[in-house]
């Protein structure tokens, strides 16, 4: 699967509060919480973006609360991936339980400017810059998580299980 | 090669006698928490199953504490799903308003968590068992919907660090300032996908509340879980809770550790973390910030140990005309006890309020909302943009002592400069 689109950037440390504040977890559904994706981040951030953007962020997106209403939010605002640096490792293991596409690379996550535009290749784990002109590799997902990802998250995975 | 209590009580749940880190374990789950936030979505997945059985109807709780007592109509809604999925499948570990309290205090309250258990919670804050010699870690709605089903979960072994305390602790200084002095060294990714071990006289010396609070904001730094070797503080007070069996595990002395940080624990002041990351702290006596509200509880210091510590600097005093001060015990029992050892008479004298057993403010949800620039003290644990209301609010978070201190001072200060 390929994914483009335009980068937007932030910072180290982005949490999950910035992603979707607690204010609004009074509900679970996906298309309310997409609507404040980023807010205490960027307040702004919704109406600037375009489906199949791409969040590039530093190191341990995602830390603090274990709400999957994070990566639910990024995913049901038609963003299509996450870059950083690092990621937090409850959101990491929520992201690939609910199939949002992250990739893990230092080089593009420090080297992509806001705008730019990027295209993901999840298969090879390869991220081209195309503004820039430069590839990366991503960090690759170990066997067990690519097994996941193939099942369709977690979910698919203990259905398909449950049958046996 | 010697295994870490991680490692030991890992393999013990994967059918294994020995686990190394990075290794990918199936391990079984002894007990599955989730909240009035994170319950909703796992019910809902947990549903499209199409089973009707839970794996066991004793190892799940589901707590509503968040938006507790129900703060609107969705929230309401969202408690109902809890209620009603209770009810459906027979879950014995539903407690409600005038039973609940906030999770994390309310589970080892009851006997729930005990020495070698492996526990996962759809809540962050789920490491704080590790305060009894438990292996527990936060997961998503995802996870904890598939272990209702399955009682099984998925892990990659994390690496322990093991953070050595010697010495004994100054006044003032509790297990909240060991946490803010280990984030604040190794900041808020210190302990990345790591397992976090405490051990030395200085933890020896602390109560399992203190041990508690440590263990609580383990993921502060980034942690899998943080742990502690149950003792014979830890065992009395699983013992007073539960009868069942439980198995104490200890590190080998050859066990391995990415990283071993030895502190002087009676070099360690009393701290304040300041906004935005927990990783920001300062010595409280250095502070001086001007405050506009003061909150004690949560379920990193709403135990009545925590209470006693800030009624004891609070008797007699009167809080800052400036300052609103909240307080709130963690869970009904502790509420209780509080009131029949009369610490309630010194909150309501020094003008302070006591609310009912809520998370409420400590993420924003209610019962204490902050408007733009203002700023409180929290003996909560998280500090992060926007957590306790307006983004343009400020939370600092600290101990007990500090916390009753500065509102009667007006300021964060020591509680020095009250004697």
């Not at chain 1, 992603?19 to 679970?28: D, E, K, Q």
């Not at chain 2, 066991?56 to 507790?68: G, M, R, V, Y």
């Not at chain 2, 109902?80 to 906030?102: A, E, N, P, Q, T």
């Amino acid at each position: 699967m390929k994914l483009k689109g335009k980068a937007w950037k932030f910072g180290d440390d982005v949490n999950t509060d910035e992603i979707i504040p607690a204010r609004y977890l009074n509900t679970s559904d996906p298309a309310e919480l997409a609507k404040h994706t980023m807010e205490d981040a960027d307040p702004d951030f919704m109406k600037k973006i375009s489906t199949g953007d791409i969040i590039v962020a530093g190191k341990n997106f995602g830390c603090g609360s274990s709400r999957e209403h994070a990566p639910i939010a990024i995913k049901a605002a038609k963003l299509s991936c996450v870059i950083a640096d690092s990621f937090a490792r409850i959101f990491y293991r929520n992201s690939i339980n609910i199939g949002l596409p992250i990739v893990e690379s230092r080089e593009a996550a420090r080297e992509t400017g806001e705008g730019d535009v990027i295209e993901v290749d999840l298969e090879k784990g390869e991220i081209l810059n195309v503004t820039k002109g430069k590839t990366y590799r991503a960090k690759p997902f170990p066997p067990f998580m690519q097994d996941l990802i193939a099942k369709g998250g977690l979910m698919n995975k203990v259905k398909s299980e449950l049958r046996k | 090669m010697g295994m870490t209590i991680t490692e030991k009580i890992l393999a013990a749940h994967c059918g294994r006698d020995r686990v190394e880190p990075g290794d990918l374990i199936e391990a079984a789950v002894d007990l599955v928490l989730g909240n009035d936030i994170t319950a909703p979505i796992a019910i809902k997945e947990f549903e499209e199953l199409g089973i009707d059985r839970v794996f066991d109807l004793e190892k799940i709780a589901l707590i509503p504490d968040h938006f507790t007592p129900n703060k609107d109509i969705k929230s309401a809604e969202q408690v109902k799903m809890l209620r009603d999925f209770s009810k459906k499948y027979g879950i014995v570990h539903f407690y409600d308003v005038g039973r609940v309290g906030v999770e994390h205090a309310l589970l080892p309250e009851l006997g729930l968590v005990r020495p070698g258990m492996l526990i996962i919670g759809a809540d962050s804050h789920t490491c704080t068992y590790g305060a009894l010699g438990a292996f527990s870690t936060g997961v998503g709605s995802t996870d904890m919907a598939a272990a209702m089903a399955t009682g099984r979960t998925w892990f990659k072994v994390p690496e322990s660090m093991k953070f050595v305390f010697s010495g004994k602790l100054a006044p003032y200084v509790s297990g909240k300032d060991l946490i803010l002095h280990t984030i604040g060294d190794i900041g808020v990714d210190g302990a990345l996908y790591r397992a976090m071990e405490f051990t030395g006289t200085a933890i020896a010396d602390l109560s399992v509340e203190g041990r508690l609070t440590m263990a609580n904001m383990a993921i502060e730094a980034g942690g899998k879980n943080g742990i502690f070797m149950a003792d014979g503080k830890a065992e009395e007070y699983v013992k007073s809770r539960s009868d069942c069996a439980y198995t104490v595990h200890a590190s080998d002395a050859g066990a391995r550790y990415a990283e071993v940080r030895e502190y002087d624990a009676f070099g360690i002041e009393p701290l304040v973390a300041y906004p935005h990351l927990p990783e920001n702290t300062k010595p409280a006596r250095e502070s001086g910030v001007k405050i506009d509200q003061v909150v004690i509880g949560s379920c990193t210091n709403g135990r009545i140990e925590d209470l006693r510590v800030a009624a004891g600097v609070l008797r007699g005093r009167k809080v800052h005309r400036d300052v609103r001060l909240i307080v709130i015990p963690a869970t009904q029992a502790i509420y209780a006890q509080a009131m029949k050892e009369g610490l309630f008479e010194v909150f309501l004298e020094a003008e302070g309020i006591v609310s009912a057993p809520t998370c409420g403010p400590c993420l924003g949800g209610h019962m204490g909302i902050l408007a733009e620039g203002e700023k409180c003290v929290a003996t909560t644990n998280r500090n992060f943009v926007g957590r306790m209301g307006h983004p343009k609010s400020e939370v600092y978070l600290a101990n007990p002592a500090v916390a009753a201190a500065s509102a009667v001072l007006g300021r964060i200060a020591h509680p020095d400069e009250l004697r």
